[in-house]
């Protein structure tokens, strides 16, 4: 793949014109699909939270996922959480796109990290969901950066 890619400077090139870049973009769509019927886990005015099954779709579209309930939802937080083999959580944080800053900040608080509008966590352990959702709800994210690092 890395091969293939290397001949084509723009990614949607690659798309248009290669069988494997079609048949990419064709699974990508079929999986966002599945996403479609995802309905929040909790939500209150100013943040979402997903639960995603353990599946290998939710694993290809998590970021994606996240980047089209931002867009669609500019106001509001998203986080998307989906159960690994292990048990614990893999999750993907998007900040407001009307206040792109504060995921990272937030992320490293349960040992993630990543940047101002967008981070993730690797290991949240399942028992800190409530604890997890309870922090998501108290975000000040329509703060300015300065304020939301100080609070």
Sequence with gaps: LYQILLRYPDPFDFLQQETLG???????????????????????SGSMVYLLPDAPWSRRIIGNLGNILSNSHPSRAHALLKKTAAGDLLVSIRAPMDAPYGAAYFARL?????????????????????????????????????NFVSS
Excluded: K, M, N, T
């Excluded at 990290?113 to 998501?136: V, Y």
């Design 110 to 146: 349960f040992g993630g990290d990543g940047r101002a509008a967008s981070a993730g966590i690797d290991h949240l352990p399942a028992h800190l969901l409530p604890l997890f959702i309870q922090a998501f709800s108290e975000v000040p994210w329509s703060q300015s950066a300065s």
């Design 22 to 44: 079609q048949e990419l973009e064709a699974q990508r769509q079929q999986d966002l699909r599945q996403a479609q019927d995802i309905i929040p886990y909790w939500q209150d």
